[in-house]
């Protein structure tokens, strides 16, 4: 409901009525809408985190952080619904951060940026790729983005769309070998 109303269409109440509930019983275990909004955003973001921590193996930062991003993207394409509501859907900055995870192992950002931080430290980076977070939004942007037009309008006729799974991957390769210094002779 959140993603097909937006946050100020549901309410409550709605909600109580589609799935069979009084609204009483739904603020029983939710002081209010924010507090139903973080649990199900943390449920999410914890989904997520762990579909990115299978990837956690990969010794080199740098092949770590291609996986991520197929890891990214899977989720995305696997869980549309859910990753419109994280990421495209609209929401009050209060109550949205309670139920987030901030442990990096559950936390899908905090893992991407501590995965940003190790490629940085192995050296192989050009120089002006110092930050992790910089690096980080910079890699989740580009994906995010394929992702977003995909889930928002990949059954739109009007763009002769590709695949969005071959396409994330020309370009995280793009990414990698743009922020990677160019190999001595």
Excluded: N
């Amino acid at each position: 409901m959140f993603v097909q109303k937006g946050y100020e269409g549901t309410t409550m109440r709605a909600i109580a009525a589609t799935i069979g509930y009084t609204p009483t019983a739904i603020y029983h275990h939710f002081k209010d809408k924010d507090a139903l909004v973080a649990e199900l955003a943390g449920l999410d973001f914890r989904a997520l985190a762990q579909a990115l921590q299978q990837t956690g193996t990969v010794g080199d930062p740098v092949e770590r952080l291609e996986r991520i991003g197929a890891a990214y993207v899977e989720f995305g394409l696997s869980h549309p619904m859910q990753y419109q509501f994280l990421f495209m859907t609209r929401r009050p900055k209060s109550g949205a951060q309670e139920a987030m995870p901030r442990d990096p192992g559950e936390d899908a950002y905090g893992f991407l940026r501590q995965t940003c931080a190790a490629v940085i430290a192995t050296g192989r980076l050009r120089p002006e790729f110092s930050d992790p977070d910089e690096l980080a939004q910079m890699c989740w942007g580009s994906l995010h983005g394929l992702v977003a037009l995909t889930v928002a309008k990949g059954d739109d006729p009007w763009i002769p769309w590709r695949d969005v799974r071959q396409t994330a991957a020309k370009a995280r390769g793009t990414t990698l070998r743009g922020i990677l210094r160019e190999p001595g002779p």
